[in-house]
C-alpha cells in the first residue's frame, strides 16, 4: 500500500509539472556538437586603442568578475611586420586555455589586384598566378604564432570573401585554392567566413569533395541573416563543424547599447548553440559596443556572454532541448562527464516560470547554482535549485538570461553583498599658473562588507587610465570626470563619479568660422541657416586618409591665430559626425607632429569636441604670445566643421559660440580685389558661362547639401568656359580653382 501511495505521489508530482506553467525538456543522453568555445577580436591599428593588461585579464581570465573567453581571433596583415601588434594578447589568452585562431583580409599586395570599388571602398582579387604564395603567406604566419609561443588552433582563408572594402573571392577560386594548395596549409583550415552564410557561396565548397574534405571548419557570419537562417542542414550532412567567427550589434547608434540591445545578443547565441555551432565569436572584444567598453569595464553584451564563456568550457557538449508552450524563451543544456549547464534567455517583459525535466540525470547531480543577468543584475547568483526525479522549476527574470550550472566556483557567491565604491568628493580648483594642478584621487576608502576588494579601475572622461587604487595627477584647465570601479572577490562591481573641475583666471577666447580660410578639393563648404556665419565645411566624400595624412598640402585647411597670454590652451571644434566610422581629423599644431584626433562623439546634432590625441581626452597646447597655426587634414569622409574656439578659460563652448571675425565664403577668404568669377545666366536652365579674372584649373560642381556631382579639369587653363548641365531645379555651389590654387564658391540656381 505504502508503494502503490509512492507511486501515486510521483505521478502527481510529474502531471503538476506538466499541467502548471511551461515545460523544457532535456535530454542528457542525446548529445549534439562538441562546444569549441566563446570570444572576440581586437585589432589596435584599427581601434586605435589598446588591449590593456586589465582588460585581458578581464576578458581571458575566469575568475569571479572575469569573463572567461575561450577563444582569440587575429587579423594576419597582409605586412609581416604587423604580425606582432596582438601577439601579447594571443600570448595571454593562450596561457589562460584559449584556442587562437586567425583570418585575412588581404594578401600581400604584390598579389593582388584591383577588381572594383563599391561604396568607395576598393575591392581586390588574388591573382591566380600567386596562390602558392599565398599559401606560403599564410604558412609563415602559422610559424611565425608557432616560434612566438602560440601554436594556432586553425587558420581562415579569407574574411568575408563575398563582401566589399578587402579581397574578395568566388566559391570556384576558393575551390581552385583549396584543391591545388589546402593540402600545403600546416594547421586545420577555416573557410569561407562567408558576410552573411550565403548558402549560393557555401554550398559549392561542401558539395565538392575535396574541398569539403580540406575545411576543416565551417566558418561564417551573421550580418543580415535571420535566425531561422542559422540552421543549415547540409553542414550536418557534411559532418561539418560550424563557428560563428564573427557579429556585431550596436555600432551605429553608441545610445542603442543598453541591456535590450544585449538581450539580442543573448538570443542570437542561444539560437546559434541550438544551430549546432562550435563555437560563437564577437567582433570587438574592446569598444563602446563590445564586450570591454573603453572605460574598462565589462559591457551589458560582455556579461550575456560570460552567462556562456565562463560556464561552457571547451569540450563541453550540448545536449538535446526542447521547449513546450513557451514563447519569447530560448532553453539550451551542455554536459561533460561531471558537469552540467542550463541556460535560458527569457525575452519577455515579464517574468515567466518555467518547469524543467531532464530526461536520464545522473544521480550525483542532485542541485544547480543560478546566476542571473538582467537590466538590474549582472552575473548575480541567484540561489540555487533541487531536483526531485530530475525535475525542477524556476521562474526567470524579465528580460533576462540566467546559467544553472552544477560548477559556480568562477562566478559570485550566494548572498554575496554587493561592494560599496568611493571615489571621493566633487571639487573644483583654480589653476593660476596656466602649469595644471596635482591632484590625487584615491579608492581607499572604498569596502565590501562581506568581503575584499579584489579589482580596482578608474577611467576618465570615458577611457580608462588605472587599475591602482589611487593615482597622483597633473590636470589643465578643463572639466573631468572620473568613474571609479570596484569588484569584490565574489565577481560584484559597483561605481561611483568624481567630477574634477579645473578652472583659470585667463580670459582669451579666439573664434574662427572654419570656412574662413582656403579650401581645397577635399573640402566642401556647405549653406546652412544652423551653422555660424551661415556655412559649414565637410570632408569630400571621395577622400579618406585613414592610416596617415595626405601629402598634398593643398588639401589641408590652415588657420592663424595670435596668442596675448602665455599658458595652456584648449582647441574645441563645433563638429557634426554623422557615425562612429566618420569621427576623425589629422591636426598639427605650429608645423608639428601630426595627431590623430578620433572618437568625436556621433550624432546628428553639432556638437563641441576638444582636439585631443586619439583617446586621450584632456589634451592641451602650451602656447607663447604670437602668431601660432592650426592645420587640419581630412581623415574620415563625411565629417563636418562648423568653428573653431581657442581658449584658456577652461570653459567648453554652447551653441554657435562667439562671435568671430568672419568672412565671405563665396570669395574663399579672399576680397573681390582679388577674385571675382562671373556665372550666367543665373538661374540657368541647362548652359552657363563662367568667366574671371585668372585662367581656370578645375571646377567642382555641389549638390546643396555638399555632394560632389560633376568635377571638371581644363589642362589649357581658359579664363572662360561653357558648361552643358542635365539637372533639376534647384540650388547648387560652383568651386572655381584657379591656376593659383585659390578657389571661390559661387551659387547657382538651376531653374527651367
Keep these: 500500500m505504502r508503494n502503490y501511495m509512492l507511486f501515486i505521489g510521483v505521478f502527481m508530482l510529474m502531471s503538476l509539472f506538466q499541467a502548471n506553467g511551461q515545460q523544457v525538456n532535456l535530454y542528457y543522453d542525446s548529445t549534439r ?59 595571454y589568452a593562450r596561457s589562460k586555455g584559449a584556442i587562437v585562431f586567425a583570418s585575412p583580409w588581404n594578401p600581400p599586395s604584390y598579389m593582388r589586384k584591383v577588381k572594383g570599388t563599391y561604396n568607395n571602398e576598393t575591392d581586390y582579387e588574388l591573382l591566380e598566378e600567386y596562390y602558392d604564395d599565398y599559401a606560403a603567406h599564410l604558412n609563415k604566419f602559422i610559424a611565425f604564432m608557432s616560434d612566438s609561443g602560440v601554436p594556432l588552433y586553425a587558420i581562415s582563408i579569407q574574411n568575408e570573401p563575398d563582401w566589399h572594402g578587402w579581397t574578395t573571392w568566388t566559391s570556384q577560386a576558393m575551390i581552385r585554392f583549396l584543391h591545388d594548395y589546402g593540402q600545403q596549409i600546416q594547421v586545420p583550415i577555416i573557410a569561407p567566413e562567408s558576410y552573411g552564410f550565403s548558402r549560393s557561396f557555401i554550398d559549392p565548397l561542401l558539395n565538392d569533395s575535396i574541398a569539403n574534405a580540406r575545411i576543416a571548419i565551417l566558418g561564417t557570419h551573421l550580418y543580415g541573416v535571420p535566425k531561422s537562417g542559422y540552421y543549415y542542414p547540409l553542414a550536418w550532412q557534411k559532418n561539418k563543424e560550424i563557428w560563428m567567427t564573427e557579429h556585431l550589434l550596436g555600432s551605429d547608434k553608441p545610445e542603442s547599447n543598453n541591456w535590450a540591445l544585449a538581450m539580442v545578443l543573448a538570443d542570437e547565441i542561444n539560437t546559434c548553440m541550438d544551430a549546432n555551432m562550435s563555437a560563437y565569436v564577437y567582433w570587438y572584444i574592446r569598444r563602446f559596443y563590445g564586450l570591454i567598453d573603453d572605460a574598462g569595464n565589462i559591457t551589458d553584451k560582455g556579461y550575456v556572454m560570460a552567462h556562456f564563456s565562463k560556464f561552457i568550457r571547451p569540450g563541453y557538449r550540448r545536449i538535446l532541448a526542447k521547449t513546450t508552450n513557451i514563447s519569447k524563451v530560448t532553453a539550451t543544456a551542455y554536459k561533460t562527464d561531471s558537469s552540467f549547464v542550463v541556460v535560458v534567455v ?17 544521480a550525483d547531480i542532485d542541485s544547480l547554482a543560478r546566476f542571473t543577468s538582467s537590466s538590474t543584475k549582472k552575473m548575480q547568483h541567484d540561489g540555487f535549485v533541487k531536483f526531485t526525479q530530475g525535475q525542477f522549476s524556476a521562474t526567470v527574470d524579465a528580460l533576462s538570461i540566467t546559467t544553472f550550472t552544477t560548477h559556480p566556483q568562477n562566478a559570485s557567491r550566494y548572498g554575496n553583498l554587493s561592494p560599496v565604491a568611493i571615489a571621493g568628493n566633487d571639487t573644483v580648483l583654480i589653476d593660476s599658473t596656466g602649469r595644471g594642478i596635482d591632484v590625487n584621487i584615491s579608492a581607499l576608502q572604498s569596502y565590501d562588507p562581506d568581503g575584499s576588494i579584489s ?27 572620473f568613474l571609479l570601479a570596484v569588484t569584490d572577490n565574489d565577481g560584484a562591481t559597483s561605481y561611483d563619479t568624481l567630477l574634477i573641475t579645473v578652472k583659470s583666471n585667463k580670459t582669451t ?20 541657416v544652423n551653422a555660424s556665419n551661415g556655412y559649414y565645411i565637410t570632408v569630400n566624400p571621395l577622400f579618406e586618409a585613414i592610416d596617415n595624412p595626405d601629402t598634398d598640402t593643398t588639401r589641408y585647411l590652415k588657420y592663424q591665430f595670435n596668442v596675448t597670454e602665455k599658458g595652456k590652451y584648449k582647441i574645441w571644434g563645433r563638429v557634426l559626425a554623422s557615425a562612429p566610422n566618420n569621427d576623425s581629423f589629422w591636426v598639427r599644431i605650429d608645423e608639428g607632429d601630426w595627431m590623430l584626433w578620433d572618437s568625436i562623439p556621433a550624432g546628428t546634432s553639432w556638437v563641441w569636441d576638444d582636439i585631443h590625441q586619439s583617446n586621450q581626452k584632456d589634451t592641451s597646447f602650451t602656447f607663447d604670445e604670437g602668431m601660432h597655426t592650426l592645420t587640419i587634414c581630412y581623415r574620415e569622409k563625411g565629417t563636418a566643421i562648423d568653428k573653431w574656439n581657442i581658449t584658456n578659460t577652461g570653459k567648453k563652448p554652447a551653441g554657435k559660440g562667439g562671435t568671430a571675425n568672419g568672412c565671405n565664403i563665396e570669395n574663399n577668404v579672399l576680397s573681390p580685389t582679388h577674385m571675382t568669377y562671373m556665372v550666367y545666366p543665373n538661374p540657368a536652365q541647362n548652359q552657363i558661362q563662367i568667366s574671371g579674372p585668372k585662367a581656370i584649373e578645375k571646377i567642382y560642381l555641389y549638390s546643396s547639401d555638399g555632394l560632389l556631382l560633376h568635377r571638371i579639369h581644363y589642362p589649357r587653363r581658359q579664363t572662360n568656359v561653357n558648361l552643358s548641365l542635365t539637372l533639376p531645379d534647384g540650388l547648387y555651389m560652383i568651386q572655381i580653382i584657379n591656376v593659383s590654387g585659390k578657389s571661390e564658391f559661387k551659387k547657382l540656381i538651376i531653374q527651367h
Excluded at 455 to 481: H, V
Aim: with cysteine.
Design 346 to 362: 527569457n525575452m519577455n517583459n515579464t517574468p515567466v516560470q518555467l518547469n524543467f525535466n531532464v530526461a536520464n540525470l545522473p
Design 455 to 481: 579589482k580596482y579601475n578608474w577611467a576618465r572622461n570615458g577611457f580608462q587610465i588605472s587599475n591602482q587604487p589611487e593615482m597622483n595627477l597633473k590636470l589643465g584647465i578643463g572639466n573631468y570626470t
Design 509 to 528: 577666447q579666439i573664434w574662427i568660422d572654419a570656412e574662413c580660410t582656403v579650401l581645397g578639393e577635399t573640402w566642401n563648404a556647405v549653406a546652412d
Design 33 to 91: 556538437q562538441i562546444i569549441r568555445g566563446f570570444g572576440g577580436i581586437h585589432i589596435t591599428s584599427w581601434t586605435g586603442r589598446e588591449l590593456t593588461p586589465d582588460m585581458i585579464e578581464k576578458a581571458f581570465d575566469n575568475d569571479p568578475g572575469e569573463m572567461g573567453l575561450s577563444i582569440f581571433r587575429m587579423q594576419i596583415s597582409d605586412d609581416p611586420g604587423a604580425w606582432k601588434n596582438e601577439l601579447s594578447i594571443a600570448r
